[in-house]
């Protein structure tokens, strides 16, 4: 009985697979740092990245959507350094700019609902905790110079999206809003800053649909 009741489940159970690709921006909160004798402040202005990856759908109208994904995002950064002495008196100013690049890898551990459920078009909304692992970091030019040790190893983000298929053909946008700092604070001016940014894929499914008439099919089959 309780193979059948296993055989049941998983025969109604849907896994597809979704490799997919496409653009993301990453932009990273303003900050200011200031000691005795030093003011520095820092703007970070995104541009378009890439990423590329899969995730796993296991389940039908509810699902466990699963995935691991490659990510690479620049960010121009602005950075002001004013030198203070007695009094707050500004005795220099400098200013710095260079692109900052990182590269990661993000797993997601996302929970899905289809509104709309067709067997060729599906409307899904996704949401979860996500986990970016800092592999990489370098700078374009020479004003800035990073690696990843100027980067916290890691950032904890939430993140939330809407998709659609066409059948095997998939789109998705989604945003993700990190919580862990962006920076160690003691190898790059004190900043305290966060992660947040929007992505688009598109990709296609691997893995056969399952539609309410072949659940009902495969529950029949489990009673005989």
Do not use: H, W
Request: glycine share 10%; net charge positive; proline share 2%.
């Amino acid at each position: 009985m309780c193979l059948l009741l296993l055989l049941s489940l998983m025969g109604q159970a849907q896994i597809r697979f979704n490799p997919q690709g496409g653009i993301s921006v990453l932009s990273i909160d303003k900050a200011k740092y200031k000691d005795v004798n030093t003011i520095v402040e820092g703007s970070f202005s995104a541009e378009i990245g890439v990423m590329s990856g899969v995730d796993v759908r296991i389940g039908n109208k509810i699902y466990f959507q699963p995935g691991v994904f490659y990510a690479k995002s620049v960010s121009l950064a602005n950075i002001k350094e004013t030198i203070l002495g007695v009094g707050d008196t500004v005795l220099s100013v400098a200013y710095y700019a260079d692109k900052l690049i990182r590269t990661s890898i993000k797993a997601k551990a996302l929970i899905g609902f289809n509104p709309i459920n067709k067997r060729l078009f599906k409307l899904r909304c996704m949401a979860g905790p996500t986990y970016d692992f800092i592999v990489g970091a370098s700078n374009k030019g020479t004003e800035i110079n990073v690696d990843t040790r100027n980067f916290e190893n890691g950032s904890f983000n939430l993140d939330a999206a809407i998709g659609l298929d066409f059948y095997l053909i998939t789109v998705e946008a989604g945003f993700t809003q990190g919580f862990t700092e962006a920076f160690d604070k003691d190898k790059f001016y004190g900043f305290d800053s966060k992660y947040s940014g929007y992505y688009i894929t598109v990709g296609f499914l691997i893995g056969k649909a399952k539609t309410k008439k072949d659940n009902d099919e495969n529950k029949e089959n489990s009673k005989d």
